[in-house]
């Protein structure tokens, strides 16, 4: 129950996300979905293997398949669906627990929340890189072949 509860309020984020950054039609349902799908994605990691890093990098690189699909199939721009899908794992909790505990003067609260948020950026940020960098030389390579 708890999970679906996640998974909804994932969407709809992602949906809010879409309509704020003015995704229209088609493209905010499947722009939102991806979101859903992100963090289905992420807790099914984390339930057989609990490492939040590892689940952020798994999650990452199913949405970046996915954004980069559905871009050419929308024929739109792939950022339109990676940054509205990808707010779900986005760790904004863990960044506003860094910065309380630097208000409260705890510094290492400060430390352990921050190495967190870092890392977990730094998790989605090579999910996201390394899997759009295969996905383009796989596409590119694919591409060519038809055209010769």
Not at 102 to 124: C, I
């Amino acid at each position: 129950m708890r999970e679906g509860i996640q998974l909804m309020a994932a969407w709809i984020g992602s949906l809010g996300f879409g309509a704020l950054f003015n995704i229209r039609g088609k493209k905010l349902f499947y722009a939102s979905f991806g979101g859903f799908l992100a963090w289905g994605v992420y807790l099914a990691v984390f339930h057989f293997y609990p490492d939040p890093y590892l689940g952020g990098f798994v999650a990452s690189v199913a949405l970046t398949i996915y954004a980069e699909c559905m871009a050419r199939y929308h024929k739109t721009p792939v950022t339109v669906f990676l940054v509205s899908a990808a707010i779900p794992l986005i760790p904004g909790a863990a960044l506003y627990r860094s910065m309380n505990c630097l208000m409260k003067r705890d510094w290492e609260g400060v430390g352990t929340e921050s190495a967190y948020t870092l890392l977990f950026a730094a998790s989605m940020s090579a999910g996201i890189t390394v899997t759009t960098v295969i996905f383009r030389m796989v596409w590119n390579g694919i591409y060519r072949k038809k055209r010769l």
